[in-house]
C-alpha cells in the first residue's frame, strides 16, 4: 500500500501538523500489523558479516515498521568489531560518530570501566541509564539518526532495554493533542548545558533545539530526547511541560508498544535511533558486559518515508 500524496514535492510529509490527511493515512499504514511483542523484532541469521538476500529483506522489513529489528546472529562472544560494522555497511550506514570516547574503529565499547576519562560517564558504569535517544546533544548537522548495538557479552545479572519507536510516540502525542508536537517542535525546546573540562575550558558547547524535527528534503522524523532532568534545561512555558508529562507517562506506560528484553551474545540491535534505556546490572569475575555501540549520522537505508510508503 502507498500513500496517495505520492506525487507531491519531496518535503512533503506525514508529520507536517498542516496535513492532517496525509497524516491519517500514514498513521493507519503504520499501525498496520506493527508488531505486538520484542520476539516479533527478532531474525535469526548466519553471520552479520555475511548477510544473504533474504537475511537482509527480513531485517528491511522490520525497520521500515518499526524503525528498528533484533537479530540474533550465530557468532556468541567473538568481539570482532567487524560484526557491528558490517551490519551498518549492508544499511549504507558509513558514517559514524567519532566521539571522543569511541574506539580506533569508531565503534565505542560499552563495559565498566574503573580509571581514566571513560570513568566519569554513566554508559561506562553498570547504573541504569533511563529514557534516551543517542546523541541528543550533538549539534545540528551531527545528529545521530543511526544506532546500532551489539552484544558480545551481557552480564549475568541485569542489563535488560527498553525500546519504543520515535514515531509510535510522536503518533501517541499527536492524537492526544496535536499542540504537544507544535510545542516540542519549537526551536528553542530543549537546552543541553555545555560541558565543561577538568581545566575548566568548555569541551562541548551548550545546544539548543527540538525534540521533534522534520527532515525537509526526506520528510523524515528525527527526535532528540532524555528523561535525565540534569542533563537537559526545558523551556518553562506551560503547555510545553504538558507535553514533556505526557511523553513520559507514554514511555513509562505498560503498553505493547513498548518492548523490553536483554541481547544475548551475539545478538544485536539495528535501528533509527529510537528510544531506550538500559536497567542497572552487575558483573561477575567470569563474565563481564561488553555491548558494542556504533553511531551513524544516516539514516538506515531503505526506511525514510519515500522508501516505505511510496511518497
Known amino acids: 500500500m502507498t500513500l496517495s500524496n505520492r506525487k507531491t ?15 491519517q493515512q500514514w498513521r493507519d499504514i503504520k499501525l498496520d500489523g506493527y508488531p505486538e511483542t520484542l520476539g516479533d523484532l527478532v531474525v535469526e541469521l548466519n553471520d552479520p558479516r555475511k ?12 525497520c521500515q515498521k518499526t524503525n528498528m529489528v533484533v537479530y540474533a546472529g550465530k557468532t556468541g562472544d567473538d568481539p570482532d568489531p567487524e560484526i557491528p560494522l558490517a551490519m551498518g555497511r549492508a544499511f549504507k550506514l558509513l558514517e559514524l560518530d567519532h566521539n571522543w570516547l569511541a574506539d580506533e574503529t569508531g565503534l565505542t565499547s560499552l563495559t565498566v570501566v574503573d580509571d581514566g576519562s571513560r570513568q566519569n560517564y554513566i554508559p561506562y558504569s553498570n547504573r541504569a541509564i533511563n529514557w534516551h535517544t543517542d546523541g541528543y546533544y550533538n549539534t545540528a548537522d551531527k545528529q545521530i539518526h543511526g544506532l546500532n548495538l551489539h552484544c558480545v557479552m551481557p552480564a549475568p545479572d541485569g542489563g535488560e532495554n527498553r525500546l519504543m519507536d520515535h514515531e509510535i510516540v510522536y503518533l501517541q502525542l499527536r492524537d492526544e493533542n ?6 516540542l517542535m519549537a526551536d528553542d525546546t530543549m537546552i543541553i548545558p555545555a560541558r565543561i573540562g577538568k581545566d575548566g575550558v568548555i569541551a562541548r558547547k551548550e545546544e539548543v533545539g ?12 528525527h527526535m532528540r530526547y532524555t528523561i535525565r532532568t540534569r542533563n537537559v534545561i526545558w523551556k518553562d512555558d506551560p503547555l510545553t511541560l504538558e507535553a514533556l508529562l505526557r ?3 507514554i514511555l513509562e506506560s505498560d503498553s505493547k508498544y513498548n518492548y523490553q528484553g536483554k541481547l544475548d551474545s551475539g545478538m544485536g540491535l539495528v535501528s533509527n535511533n529510537v528510544l531506550h534505556d538500559r536497567s ?12 558494542y ?4 549520522y544516516a539514516r538506515l537505508a531503505g526506511t525514510s518515508v519515500n522508501d516505505v510508503y511510496g511518497i
Open 9 to 23: 514535492a519531496p518535503a512533503a510529509s506525514p508529520f507536517d501538523l498542516d496535513n492532517d490527511d496525509f497524516y
Open 51 to 62: 548477510l544473504t538476500e533474504p537475511e537482509h529483506q527480513k531485517l528491511l522489513s522490520l
Open 178 to 183: 496535536p499542540d504537544y508536537i507544535r510545542a
Open 210 to 221: 527540538p525534540v521533534f524535527s522534520v527532515n525537509p528534503v526526506s520528510g523524515d522524523l
Open 247 to 249: 511523553l513520559e507517562s
Open 280 to 291: 542497572a546490572f552487575a558483573d561477575s569475575d567470569s563474565q563481564k558486559r561488553l555491548i
Open 293 to 296: 555501540r556504533a553511531r551513524y
